[in-house]
């Protein structure tokens, strides 16, 4: 069995909600209650949305990193 990678961005609403995405799979994304739990349901939704996704819409990626943008909307 091949292993693959993939990145993921994680956020935390208002709620406190962890919200997980793979911005290489299209419509990939899952929530939980804790960090663990959203990667958990994660694996989950990304075995449903390879299964459906076509390959050519699998986006190769790397992962660069995060950089703060500030601007003044006045």
Known sequence: ?????F???????????????IPAI???????????GMMKNLAE????CLRNVNKKE???TKFIGIQN???SNA
């Open 7 to 21: 990145t993921v961005y994680i956020e935390q609403d208002e709620d406190g909600m962890f919200i997980g995405s």
């Open 58 to 60: 699998v986006m190769r």
């Open 45 to 48: 939704v990304l075995k449903l």
């Open 69 to 71: 943008l500030e601007f």
């Open 1 to 5: 069995m091949k292993i693959k990678q």
């Open 26 to 36: 299209p419509s990939c994304h899952a929530e939980g209650k804790t960090q663990a």
